[in-house]
Structure formats: structure tokens, C-alpha cells
């Protein structure tokens, strides 16, 4: 299906009765406050049609709802009096599937990615292992758990992340083994395994990959980022310097084998929802850059840029992904 079909398509209708949602923001970890973000604008495009629970989590763990502190049982009782959870909560604890394995537990249909999709695309290294294995290029890149190990076999430049964190937080570039001990000792704040991997010099494109309730899946207009950094860093991220293009001004070839190496990784990793999958494009072809299950979701973010981009409002979006997961739901436990 292309993009085009989305602008002749009506959103999906509401439930009848009307949907009972558990909208999750928060989260114990660095996206805490992008969470609470996405959390907040989702909860107001499904207010409109939509029973909303709003539920969030801590820095530390704790959960509560409308500012009433829970404890976990009463929170998981919550979530099983409705019919669909959408963890807003991007990152560990969340986005790495296991606000999915809650929902799973109790029963409940879910937004986004399973269990297992979210977990592996949550770990850049072993998504970077599937893509290679379905013939998608990525960096050359050498997984360390420690600042010696990366240090016995230096590749620089290069560029430092930790293998499981998003919105770019302890990603940098190193140009000296210096600055490559001190990237990798900050990475192994966030995670215990980091990846170093070599600069890529390309165009930074963004594809979107969206399940319908219908059963079919569209690809979204690219999207391009510009910014003067050398990574599009935690800081580039949000303080607006960022210049976002959509539809990206690309060759039809390119623009092809983007969409097409999008919705194999995705494929291959079983994502479900909405993924979002960056790259970067070289001279010799797109390099796939990492795979987030749960993109940002607010208004404003890459992913509702892409999909208005094709005709499909933000309320719409949000409420195709809730439809998506209650139909996917039912079909695997009727």
C-alpha cells in the first residue's frame, strides 16, 4: 500500500461501547520527561472518542493515576479493567517490552511492538545483527562492556551509544582515544553494554512503518533531519534547532529502497503498531541507523509529521494504532 491510499481513507471509527484506554507515561529512565509528553498528547487526541485512564511511572518506579501514588497490584488492576494499554513510555522499562509483557499478562491488547520485538529492537547490537541477516546494511561497529576493551582496539573516529537507551542520550562522536574513554565510561552510566561504532557520513532519513486495524501496513513519506552537529544528540533532539523536511527531497530510487529497507527490518523484527526507522543515506545506499518501537508521539514529533505528510491527521494516527492493537488482540485470543 502506498501513502497516497491514507488520504482516501477515513480514520477508523470508534468502538462501540466506547474504548477503555490505559494511556502510560512516565517511566524509570532518562525519557522520563518525553514520555510524559507523548503520554499527555496522546490522552488528549483519544479523549474525544475514547475512555482515557491516565497512568504514570515515576523516576522510580512507582506508579500512580491523576497524581494518587498506586501500588504495583493496584496499578495492574487498573490496567485490567480496560481494554487497551498504550505505553507511552519510550525507552527502558517500557519501550523494551515490558509494559507489553504486563498487558500480556493481564490480558489486555496493547499498543505497539510484543514482547519480543520490543526487546530486540530495543538492543541496537542485536538489531544490527537481524538487519545484516535480512540484507540490510549497517555500521561497522564493536560491542565493549568496559573502557579498556574499547581502548585495546580503537576505531576512530567514531561514534559512542549505549546498546539499549533512546532520544540519544550518551551518544557521541570521538575523534581521540581520550575522548573514546571518557564517551564509553559516560555510555556505561545508562547501559553495561555500549556500542562504538564507525562515523557514517550520509543523509539522516527517517521511515515510518505503520500496522492498520485492517491488516494492511503503509510506509510513510521519508522524513530528513538537518542540524550542525556532529550526532543529532539528546540536546539537538529538543532545543529546536533541528530542521525536519517531509516529504524529503529524494531520488525515486532512493526513496524506494528506503521504504522497502524500512519494511524488511521492521518485518524481520515482528514490530507491530507504529515503528520508526532511521537512516543514514550514502553514496552507496541507506545504512540502517537503529529502530524505536516506540517513537515519540506528541503532535509535533517525527512520526506525526510523517503520516500528515501523507493525510492522516494526529487524532486519526492515534486512534488507527489503539484500533490495530484491538483487532490483533482479538485475533490471537479468539
Not at 507515561?25 to 491516565?54: F, I
Not at 491488516?215 to 538537518?226: A, C, F, K, Q, R
Request: glycine share 8%.
Amino acid at each position: 500500500m502506498t501513502t497516497s491510499d491514507l488520504q482516501h481513507r477515513p480514520p477508523p471509527s470508534p468502538a462501540a461501547p466506547v474504548c477503555r484506554v490505559a494511556v502510560v507515561g512516565g517511566g524509570a529512565n532518562v525519557e522520563h520527561d518525553v514520555s510524559l509528553a507523548s503520554a499527555a498528547a496522546v490522552r488528549e487526541a483519544l479523549a474525544v472518542t475514547h475512555d482515557v485512564l491516565a497512568l504514570t511511572i515515576g523516576r522510580d518506579g512507582t506508579w500512580s493515576v491523576d497524581g494518587t501514588a498506586l501500588s504495583f497490584a493496584e496499578a495492574v488492576a487498573l490496567v485490567a479493567t480496560c481494554d487497551v494499554l498504550l505505553p507511552a513510555v519510550h525507552g527502558p522499562h517500557g519501550e523494551d517490552g515490558t509494559l507489553a509483557a504486563l498487558a500480556d499478562l493481564a490480558g489486555v491488547a496493547c499498543v505497539g511492538s510484543g514482547v519480543r520485538a520490543g526487546a530486540i529492537g530495543m538492543d541496537k547490537w542485536v538489531t544490527k545483527l537481524v538487519a545484516t541477516a535480512v540484507g540490510v546494511a549497517v555500521a561497522d561497529g564493536l560491542l565493549v562492556r568496559g573502557v579498556a576493551e574499547a581502548s585495546d582496539d580503537p576505531r576512530l573516529p567514531a561514534v559512542v551509544k549505549p546498546v539499549a537507551s533512546g532520544s540519544s542520550h550518551g551518544v557521541r562522536r570521538v575523534d581521540t582515544l581520550a575522548e573514546l574513554g571518557e564517551a564509553v565510561a559516560a555510555a556505561l552510566e545508562l547501559d553495561d553494554r555500549v556500542l562504538v561504532e564507525e562515523v557514517v557520513t550520509g543523509r539522516e532519513i527517517d521511515v515510518a512503518v505503520l500496522r492498520r486495524a485492517d491488516g494492511t501496513t503503509v510506509v510513510s513519506p521519508p522524513l530528513e533531519i538537518g542540524h550542525a552537529g556532529a550526532v543529532f544528540d539528546t540536546a539537538t533532539k529538543y532545543d529546536g534547532s533541528a530542521r525536519f523536511v517531509v516529504p524529503a527531497v529524494l531520488d525515486p530510487a532512493d526513496a524506494d529502497r528506503l521504504a522497502a529497507d524500512a519494511r524488511t527490518v521492521v518485518d524481520a523484527l515482528g514490530c507491530e503498531g507504529v515503528a520508526r526507522v532511521d537512516f543514514f543515506l550514502t553514496t552507496d545506499g541507506p545504512v540502517l541507523n537503529e529502530v524505536n518501537t516506540m517513537p515519540g508521539l506528541t503532535a509535533h514529533s517525527q512520526v506525526p509529521r510523517m503520516f500528515a505528510a501523507a493525510g492522516m491527521s494526529y487524532p486519526a494516527l492515534v486512534a488507527e494504532l489503539v484500533a490495530e492493537a484491538r483487532v490483533r488482540h482479538a485475533s490471537r485470543t479468539s
